[in-house]
């Protein structure tokens, strides 16, 4: 089971990037989606999730900013970030549970990570 992100980059603040995450080696199109960030000398956090049925769920610094979808065949995860802000930089990580209901914001309940892909905007 692979989970590839990409889309990071540097951007301005007040800018928009979005990320993407491909899953292939397995079809999570049952299964909740989601994103993590860790910033440098932080913890992992959560970003937001996804349901099967387009459920979303944020975490609250990045409620009416950031939007997460999914793709059609359900084995892609967006996140469309607006608004960008310095305190979102960070390395951003997909993951995927095997929960079939909401597995929440700990990072214990997601089963599948994708390697990061580097999130930096500038002041």
């Known amino acids: 089971v692979q989970l590839q992100a990409s889309g990071g980059g540097l951007v301005q603040v007040g800018g928009s990037l979005r990320l993407s995450c491909a899953a292939s080696g397995r079809t999570f199109r049952r299964n909740y989606m989601g994103w993590f960030r860790q910033a440098p000398g932080k913890e992992r956090e959560f970003v937001a999730a996804i349901s099967w049925s387009g459920n979303t769920y944020y975490a609250d610094s990045v409620k009416g900013r950031f939007t997460i979808s999914r793709g059609n065949a359900k084995n892609t995860v967006y996140l469309q970030m607006n608004s960008l802000k310095p305190e979102d930089t960070a390395v951003y990580y997909c993951?995927?549970?095997?929960?079939?209901?909401?597995?929440?914001?700990?990072?214990?309940?997601?089963?599948?990570w994708g390697q990061g892909t580097l999130v930096t905007v500038s002041s």
């Open positions: 993951a995927a549970s095997q929960r079939g209901y909401y597995p929440g914001p700990e990072r214990r309940s997601y089963d599948y």
